[in-house]
């Protein structure tokens, strides 16, 4: 995980839209980087507008988490799968199928030791939730710091996955995906005061 400091940093003025940044971040951000760029894994997949989201990005990645990976595809399922099975199927752990909603489709690998999930769906990743929850997670980070970065993790060590973690520490109610969410639209003041009173 990268310093406290570094990640804060980052989290304010990072272009999450691309994948340079990991070269200047931790040592396991520079090894994602390395991975993505040996593998030309992003290069791969450029016709569908890829973006790295989920907790690498923002260095709080534990054992076992996994680059996610959005990308936009318009077509059917079954053509999209075909072309994964094409560039993909030879790495360990390769696997495709359906989201649960059967709105988007998954299809996951390991490269250099990492696991990959591509998760593709008829949306510009960049308006994707999940890309929509990191740039909320990066700005709960800069602006609340080290000491709430080391829950997150502590939770995430735990089992808790990312957004509950992140909703718990915030004291936000009902579904935690919808709640991060929400904290689009609410002040940085509002966001640290909800810490503080905690």
Sequence with gaps: MCSSDLCTDMANDTDFSGTEYLRFGS???????GVLSSHGIMESLA???PVLAGTFPLGIDVR???MDIVCRWTGDFTSFGDEMSRLFAGYDDFSTGVSGDGKAFLCRFTAGGIPVEIYACNMEPVRSNAYRHMLVEARVLRLLGEEFMRRVVELKEKGVKTEPAFARLLGLDGDP???VLGL???SDEDIMRFYVLR
Excluded: K, L, T
């Excluded at 040592?27 to 980087?33: E, F, G, L, N, T």
């Design 64 to 66: 076992g988490s996994d």
């Design 177 to 179: 995906y919808i709640a």
């Design 47 to 49: 016709q569908y507008a």
């Design 184 to 186: 689009e639209n609410v």
């Design 27 to 33: 040592a396991v951000q520079r090894r994602c980087y």
